[in-house]
């Protein structure tokens, strides 16, 4: 329900009386599936009859439009040029009746997931299973759309009731790979790690240096590890981690140099060492 917003962008114009940026924003505002779309569009059509055509549609389809025009007035009585524009802006009516349509198609089929949102605020209560299950459904359906933004825009939606749920970040970093959106994902790992998802529940980290170690990055990876020892020194399943990745970089410098020594002589193996060390003292 983000009508509320957009209306208080719209007042801002309003107050500045900037009527080219209103309508401008709302051309924006009514390709969007909103609970409110038919409210903004009529908005726009009535303002529409006061915009000279130019300012419509893009010139390539208001060209498409007059040589349509142009091609009917070659044909039987010549129009006045006054005909002539009517015509024109009867067929961008047309086109703009069309985008109302789509989006009020878009916004029935979401109807079905939007209703069943109870929460679209954070909060630090657990949300209802049947909510999560929402969102999950809603998920799913977005992506089998096929439409790379407004999936995006939907995960960030759902990552603000569901911040404190791995599983939805982790769902989003998935997704985004697939994408192949190599910085984007990065920037979900982020966020997640940095902002929300705490550090005595390492799985989004865990994710994240595997993936930083995908894309070459080891050092990038070690430290992610070493930052989640620094909170929780002597945890096993980090540190079992920091050594594979430690024998994988090993690996990947010489690949013979495993049949010589079991680990790496290195700082990252001192360090695994001094945090075994740790975890042993405290039994």
Known sequence: MSHPFWDKYLECEERLERPTNIFALLGRIIVIPLHQYSRYFQRYRVMAHERTLDELVPANLLQQFQDEVGKENTVGRSKSTAEVERDVRTRVDAHYMTIYNRTQSETTKRWVFEQNIKRPFF????????????????????EAQGDFQRTMFLYER????????????????????????????????????????????PDIRYSWSLFEEAQGNA???????????VAMPGHFDTIMRLMNLSVSILLSVS?????????????????????????????
Not at 219 to 229: C, H, R
Not at 262 to 268: M, N
């Open 123 to 142: 909060h630090v209560t657990d949300l209802e299973e049947s909510e999560l299950d929402g969102w999950r459904k809603y998920l799913d359906w977005e």
């Open 158 to 201: 759902c990552l603000v009731p569901a911040a404190s749920y791995d599983e939805f970040w982790l769902r989003y970093v998935r997704w985004m790979q697939a994408q192949r959106k190599t910085e984007n994902t990065r920037i979900i790992y982020q966020k997640a790690s940095y902002v929300f998802s705490p550090i005595a529940k």
């Open 219 to 229: 050092g990038t990876a070690e430290a992610i590890l070493e930052a989640i020892l």
């Open 255 to 283: 690949p013979t140099a495993s049949s010589a020594s079991p680990f790496p002589s290195s700082a990252l193996t001192l360090r695994v060492q001094i945090s075994l060390s740790s975890s042993s003292s405290k039994k």
